[in-house]
């Protein structure tokens, strides 16, 4: 099977289309959720005039106000993009607090990305360091065409070689399909919808409630409902992006499979991955860039390790190898809460493999 027999030029066809339109419908979004924002905080400035008016109709002034607002949302939103596409990757890099090394800096890492490289005809990427005990990796791509690997320290204490070389020719795989250019861009200039009303509402959710912190959690509460047209247009926009994401990752482990022809590898570091992916100070909305996500529910951007393990077993007609869990890294909240989205492998028997 050659990379091309994987669908390579119809999934960069794909991803490119789809960020386009993810981009595209974005303003529309805003604009939409803008407006019932303005209107929802206009009818609460003016409550008393609807105490004392029969039939109040706010609907001239409020689409007044927006008429005046519309273009500076436009503007700013036009100023944000531009900004991404200039510096979407700085972005990432600060989010992530990665550092860029070179060979002396981990000369196994680095000879790994080159013979990868130099097997793929590839220019050879910047790579990137995350301090974390987090296991976890993920590509990206500048403005003018230079590729860039992050892996976290976690990962590279926790898997075996050819485990990370099975991760590596993974974020190869997103190379390859040029998600990353477009992906990256789309989840960044898109992000900033989330992140206004949550930086409004930041707390420390996991204090102690004492008396205080009670009574500022309810302001908290009543921030949100005030926001609300904001996360109702935030929960169409991941929606978007799920569309976006979901097939992705099928793709870059079908390649990495092709690339690295050991499947197992592939297998094993998924499963050691899993439950160990989260990256502490990373929001969701940007940990869905990685090889594995731990959200899940209904805004999963990732798909269930089970498929993703049965779709590799089926490419190369072998068994599920399953290993032991590790504590090498914190298991997300998600995981230890709420058995019910916990995903589990009970179909099959656990074999005897050292961690």
């Known amino acids: 099977m ?20 993810l981009m595209a419908l974005f303003p529309v979004v805003v604009s939409i959720a803008s407006y019932w924002q303005i209107y929802f905080v206009y009818v ?4 008393q005039e ?7 109709n706010f609907g001239d002034r409020v689409d007044e106000v927006f008429a005046i607002c519309l273009p500076f949302i436009l503007g700013s939103l036009v100023a944000w993009f531009l900004y991404c596409l200039r510096r979407q ?8 607090r990665a550092n860029l090394i070179d060979r002396r800096d981990n000369p196994d890492l680095y000879n790994m990305v080159e013979t990868l490289a130099i097997q793929l005809g ?9 301090k974390t005990f987090a296991r976890n990796a993920f590509a990206s791509t500048l403005s003018d065409g230079t590729d860039r690997i992050y892996v976290t320290t976690g990962l590279l204490e926790a898997l075996a070689k050819d485990e990370v ?5 993974h974020e190869y795989g997103h190379i390859l399909s040029e998600d990353t250019r477009w992906l990256g861009l789309s989840i960044i200039f898109t992000n900033i919808f989330g992140a206004l009303p949550a930086a409004a509402t930041k707390h420390n959710k996991f204090g102690n409630l004492d008396e205080g912190k009670v009574g500022e959690g309810f302001n908290i509460f009543l921030l949100n409902l005030i926001f609300i047209p904001v996360w109702l247009g935030y929960a169409v926009v991941s929606l978007l992006r799920l569309f976006l994401m979901f097939q992705r990752e099928f793709h870059a482990d079908l390649m990495a499979v092709e690339i690295t022809k050991n499947p197992e590898a592939l297998m094993r570091a998924l499963q050691r991955i899993h439950k160990r992916a989260r990256i502490p100070h990373i929001p969701s909305d940007v ?3 990685c090889i594995d996500n731990p959200r899940g529910g209904f805004f999963a ?4 390790l089970f498929y993703r393990l049965r779709k590799i077993a089926g490419l190369s007609n072998m068994e599920i190898s399953i290993v032991e869990e590790s504590s090498m890294a914190p298991i997300h909240k998600r995981f230890t809460k709420n058995k019910l989205l916990e995903r589990t492998f009970r179909p099959f028997k656990a074999k005897n493999h050292d961690v």
């Open 89 to 96: 990757d700085d972005i990432i890099q600060h989010l992530f």
């Open 165 to 169: 070389e099975a991760v590596l020719a």
């Open 44 to 47: 609460l400035l003016h409550r």
């Open 2 to 21: 050659a990379l091309t027999d994987i669908g390579l030029a119809t999934g960069r066809w794909n991803i490119r289309n789809k960020s386009i339109a």
């Open 301 to 304: 951007t990732h798909p269930r």
């Open 287 to 289: 940990m869905l860039l």
């Open 50 to 56: 609807m105490a004392y008016t029969a039939h109040p």
């Open 122 to 130: 590839q220019p050879l990427p910047e790579i990137y360091l995350i």
